[in-house]
């Protein structure tokens, strides 16, 4: 069953303090790996797409990259505006044709402190 | 610049009453889609539009139609609202990207409240 799973919960990091968060997945036909931010009572915003194993992606102080099984969005010296939750999504192929569903991990919460 | 516009941005319905909700894109997107969000649980898709004059179901249709008026908007319908589905709605559209996958981009979302 095609299925993605976000690690942790919930982060809490100090202003500066650099992490990484985790997105593990199982499907049959990678069309593609996203990664959203959203923040309280609004939309997921586009942040990355992600299509091979090795791939990397970079805007100011967020990092994505992706392996076979899992993506990792690595945040460098965080400022307490990127607190919000971080949503991954993977493209699944549809063998039979038609639409390639997109499949939502839970998300992370990330809270930055100064 | 609007993107992807939902409304209303908040509703509350008693239980059996009947609403739709309405979105729209400018951003000249084939597919469009439905999701619910609850806490906990992730964005799960309720319908979809992969091009105009076409609708499927999603993971979780029950108690809900949609309608393709047309390129730019796609409503969804609860004929008689339940508890159940007390949620956020968002609305989203997509083009397949340069890589084939579909990189969605969402509306602002409509809180429903089922007393």
């Known amino acids: 069953e095609d299925q993605v799973t976000q690690s942790p919960e919930a982060l809490r990091l100090q202003e500066g303090e650099s992490s990484s968060l985790n997105c593990s997945y199982t499907?049959?036909?990678?069309?593609?790996l996203f990664w959203y931010r959203q923040d309280p009572g609004k939309g997921p915003e586009f942040l990355f797409t992600l299509y091979s194993a090795g791939e990397e992606k970079e805007k100011e102080r967020l990092k994505a990259t992706l392996t076979k099984k899992e993506s990792f969005l690595h945040i460098t010296a965080p400022k307490p505006e990127d607190s919000a939750t971080y949503l991954c999504a993977v493209q699944a192929r549809n063998r039979g044709g038609g639409y390639n569903k997109l499949i939502f991990g839970a998300g992370t919460r990330l809270a930055v402190h100064p | 610049n609007a993107g992807v516009t939902q409304t209303p941005k908040f509703q509350v319905l008693k239980t059996g009453q009947s609403m739709t909700l309405q979105c729209a894109q400018d951003m000249n997107h084939n597919s469009m889609y439905w999701y619910r969000q609850d806490p906990g649980m992730g964005l799960r898709l309720i319908y979809y539009s992969a091009s105009e004059g076409t609708t499927d179901k999603g993971e979780v249709p029950n108690g809900y139609n949609v309608s393709r008026l047309n390129k730019r908007e796609f409503s969804l319908r609860l004929e008689s609202a339940a508890p159940s589905q007390t949620s956020v709605y968002f609305c989203a559209s997509s083009e397949p990207g340069v890589g084939g996958g579909s990189e969605a981009f969402f509306g602002q979302g409509t809180r429903l409240t089922v007393v």
């Open positions: 499907v049959s036909g990678l069309r593609g």
